[in-house]
């Protein structure tokens, strides 16, 4: 009986032992791509080039697939803090090419694709200051409009904020509000494989030290979806056609850091563990999140990367599938 049961001990202890070995193999490599000399708030990526936007002076500048040289490309008039740009889906009335940036005192930017035209293409009524939250509605849930969030991160009291919809003609209504903690730094709309929150509106909501993913449906209606254990800010969907494709850039996910003034990429390869969920990183300690949809809710599994010690002031995120 003992050789069985020393047999039986060496089974489990296999058993126990696996995923920690698989865990250790499935590390995330971050590296520096792109060492910039701007203080980035925000990257977008538009088939060709990418974008950069500088924290409060509200310059965009413009590089190849390589991530460098930079090139000034546009300029929206100075504003203190964050503002983030998205790229025209080029449908449902938005042109293709078209640059859209939400900058702090809540103005919606319409920057021509050569950067040469920027005009004021709406401005969100009565809100207060915000950190430029920005998305399309790829799933159609919201009519496919241009969606943006007010709410000023960093704060621990349940200040919250507001959703908005904004359509083509730079019409703009009111969608509804959240009340946790903190406010919103970026949004993303929820891939249709997202359980019950599908096609929703996802908010990454930093209370500075803690905060949490919200999701809103079409008639405004907000819940949390999962509490983090460090503020939110960079949020991106793992599912092809969140961006133009790579052509000439990488596949993978680029992250700014505002403190470092690098882009930091991980490659696709090593995300595919987490192909279709939520990926979510913190502000200021470079934890990443892979949020899913589990039964009847959702989980958030916190994603071992090479990201370890250091300070960091990660801003935006763009994902660009293979």
């Known amino acids: 009986m003992r050789p069985i049961r020393a047999l039986i001990v060496a089974l489990l202890l296999a058993i126990i032992l696996m995923p920690t070995a698989r865990a250790a193999q499935s590390t995330v490599q971050f590296r520096v791509f792109a060492h910039t000399t701007i203080r980035l708030a925000d990257i977008a990526w538009t088939g060709k080039q990418f974008l950069y936007v500088e924290n409060t002076t509200n310059k965009v500048a413009a590089a190849g697939p390589s ?18 740009c998205r790229i025209s889906p080029g449908a ?5 090419g078209d640059i859209y940036c939400h900058s702090p ?35 159609g849930a919201f009519g496919n409009a241009l969606i943006a969030a007010t709410g000023r991160s960093g704060g621990s009291t349940a200040s919250g904020g507001t959703a908005f919809a904004i359509d083509s003609a730079g019409k703009v209504r009111q969608i509804g509000s959240y009340h946790n903690p903190g406010g919103a730094d970026e949004i993303a709309i929820a891939p249709a494989s997202f359980g019950s929150a599908s096609g929703q509106l ?9 905060g949490s993913l919200v ?4 008639h405004g209606q907000s819940r949390t979806v999962t509490q983090l254990s460090d503020g939110p800010n960079p949020i991106t969907v793992l599912t092809p056609g969140q961006t133009p494709a790579a052509s000439a850039a990488q ?26 969920d939520v990926l979510v990183g913190s502000e200021l300690r470079g934890l990443f999140w892979a949020i ?6 959702f989980t958030a599994i916190k994603i071992p990367t090479s990201l370890t010690g250091g300070k960091y002031n990660f801003e935006g995120a ?5």
């Open 215 to 218: 999701a809103m449906d079409a």
């Open 292 to 297: 899913r949809s589990s039964g009847s809710g």
């Open 318 to 322: 763009v994902y660009i599938a293979g």
């Open 92 to 96: 449902h009335g938005f042109a293709a």
């Open 105 to 139: 005192d809540n103005k919606i930017y319409r920057i021509s694709p050569d950067g040469k035209q920027v005009v004021v293409f709406a401005t969100l009524p009565h809100a207060p200051r915000s950190d430029g939250a920005l998305t399309f509605d790829t799933v």
């Open 251 to 276: 596949p993978g996910v680029y992250v700014t850091d505002t403190l470092s003034r690098n882009v930091f990429f991980a490659p696709a390869a090593e995300l595919n563990p987490y192909s279709g």
């Open 202 to 210: 996802l908010i990454a909501v930093d209370a500075g030290k803690t």
């Open 67 to 84: 991530g460098l040289p930079t090139t000034p490309f546009a300029t929206m008039p100075r504003q203190v803090e964050e503002t983030r």
